[in-house]
């Protein structure tokens, strides 16, 4: 599924317009984009974690020219899944819904 097909859905099984999910959709989107990158961690219970890891600077090599080249330390964002959501879709657990 694809953002355009979520708001499509979104807006029949609430009933409003393709607009108002739109803004619903990217307020969501925004709000944990905002959240990770100022606070580090956005938890939503039993479907999952956004959260910031750091990966420490590192000697490194250019695949194309073998030559040696540094990679600064960065901060890259990581997503956890929740185990309610893991057990749904392997269809095991309480949380399982066919």
């Given at each position: 599924m ?49 959260t ?47």
């Amino acid at each position: 599924m694809v953002k355009s097909e979520l708001i499509e859905l979104m807006a029949a099984k609430a009933d409003i317009t393709t607009a108002q999910a739109e803004d619903v959709v990217n307020m969501f989107f925004n709000t944990i984009v905002e959240s990770v990158t100022t606070e580090g961690r956005v938890e939503i219970r039993g479907f999952g974690a956004f959260t910031v890891r750091k990966y420490k600077a590192y000697d490194g090599r250019n695949p194309k020219t073998g030559e040696r080249i540094e990679v600064p330390e960065k901060k890259l964002p990581f997503w956890k899944t929740g185990l309610e959501l893991r057990q749904r879709v392997d269809g095991l657990g309480a949380g399982s819904r066919d």
